[in-house]
């Protein structure tokens, strides 16, 4: 088997908006805490060449981007298909938005987004230049100091608290607590790249925070290639959809504290994975994507979304509005929801036809899919998986929103209302994109990962 690694910085200039946190904060950034990068893997076997890419973004909303972005790389290296490309982001709230979809979560830069194409392909390029026989070991580690369950555990506990070396949520159970690590060696011995599979949102920097960088993966990775000079290292980001960072929404000191602190947690276990990781076999790459019907939800109707309009308008005609009030920016974001929900519901859409992808390396298997992907979900897809080493991956290939367990799906309809009161992953966020909640999309995506798995041994 051979591998090759390459990197590119995608930094914006200062000043443009960076993405999360909530509506129209005008979190304009102010200078570079550390840069943001596309790090790509290529990985070839028998002929068959496969690309995985790792993007230190929030996310890439707009399927059209990803398009663009593999028609750029396929013109360059026309030896690859379309399902040959695996492209994931880390989720960082520190980074600039990529999207067009949610608005008001921080205004896209033009300029800087019409070049990022061209400097995800370079990474690329790169990586493909620099394939070379090398050794594969992987090692699944301990990582129960990172992340709490939002939905189902207490949220943003004292900063104190989990500053402390031996923090661990209430219920780890509801989290990642492990992660895998894959290292590539070279024939004389080098490391030259590694993968980190976790899956927690990257937010220990807040709203508060303007200064851009990869929040904890990103800085992980940075350390750790500094530390093995000349390796490039990818951070792929699991199921975190309902998993936020032990700290976050935090003042700007308190979460520049805490950045280093969970980034160094971090890199403390992909370390121990990359002293512990074993050889195996790679005899063979094969890959495989294919679109996929979710059904929607019937939440929204005209008459549903008349009711809502016609609440946030009077939010915004209250004789004590005031633009500096989360609700009267976010009753602005609804109303620009209902009227991209209204061409939803005038096209007669059912639901949502979206990419999953599957790239297996021997027993290693990267399972992607474009939702912020709940805990439990993974583990079904894992429990249900047949090989040796699966991984699941969130906002791969783009992002069409969360995957909301069974739990989530079956709670209250309510639309508004403050935090996650109402679902805001199952309801909340689905209006705010435009885009119909999904009905059963736990169940859904479990099966389709199945099916797809089954797709990829006939074609083995």
Not at 236 to 254: F, I, M, P, R, T
Not at 328 to 355: F, P, S
Request: proline share 5%; charged share 25%.
């Amino acid at each position: 088997m051979k591998a090759g690694f390459g990197k590119c910085n995608i930094t914006p200039r200062v000043g443009v908006e960076l993405y999360g946190f909530g509506p129209y904060l005008n979190r304009r950034s102010i200078g570079v805490r550390d840069i943001l990068e596309a790090r790509s893997a290529a990985l070839e076997c028998n002929g068959h060449t496969v690309v995985i890419i790792s993007l230190d973004l929030c996310a890439l909303h707009v399927p059209e981007i990803i398009v663009k972005i593999r028609n750029l790389i396929r013109s360059r290296h026309p030896e690859l298909n379309g399902c040959d490309i695996m492209i994931n982001t880390s989720h960082t709230h520190s980074g600039p938005a990529a999207h067009t979809r949610n608005t008001g979560w921080g205004a896209t830069d033009p300029a800087w987004l019409a070049i990022l194409p061209a400097r995800i392909a370079a990474s690329v390029d790169q990586a493909i230049a620099n394939l070379q026989p090398v050794k594969v070991s992987q090692a699944m580690v301990p990582c129960r100091h990172m992340g709490l369950n939002r939905v189902y555990d207490k949220d943003a506990p004292p900063l104190e608290e989990v500053l402390k070396d031996d923090w661990e949520p209430a219920k780890p159970e509801l989290t990642d607590t492990e992660c895998r690590v894959i290292r590539f060696d070279s024939a004389d011995g080098r490391m030259i790249g590694f993968m980190a599979n976790f899956g927690c949102h990257p937010v220990v920097c807040s709203a508060s925070n303007h200064y851009i960088h990869g929040d904890w993966p990103g800085v992980a990775m940075h350390n750790l290639m500094r530390e093995f000079p000349g390796s490039v290292g990818m951070f792929l980001q699991g199921a975190e959809g309902d998993v936020n960072s032990g700290c976050v929404h935090k003042g700007e000191q308190e979460s520049l504290l805490a950045l280093d602190v969970f980034a160094a947690r971090f890199a403390n276990a992909v370390r121990n994975g990359l002293n512990q990781a074993r050889e195996i076999e790679v005899p063979f790459i094969h890959s495989i994507s294919k679109v996929f019907h979710f059904r929607g939800k019937e939440v929204f109707t005209f008459e549903k979304l008349e009711e809502i309009r016609k609440e946030q308008e009077a939010v915004l005609l209250s004789n004590d509005a005031d633009d500096s009030k989360p609700e009267c920016r976010m009753a602005a974001v609804y109303l620009q929801g209902i009227e991209k929900m209204k061409t939803v519901l005038e096209r007669g859409e059912t639901g949502l036809d979206t990419e999953l992808q599957i790239i297996r390396m021997g027993e290693l298997q990267f399972m992607g899919a474009p939702f912020e992907i709940m805990q439990a979900i993974k583990n079904d897809i894992v429990a249900a998986s047949k090989v040796k080493y699966p991984m699941v991956m969130s906002l791969t290939n783009g992002s069409r929103g969360y995957a909301p367990d069974n739990t989530s799906l079956k709670g209250t309809n309510r639309i508004v209302g403050s935090g996650r009161e109402g679902n805001y992953e199952s309801i909340k966020v689905p209006l705010i994109g435009g885009q119909l909640p999904f009905a059963d999309i736990h169940n859904e995506l479990v099966r389709y990962m199945a099916e797809l798995e089954c797709e990829l041994d006939q074609l083995s």
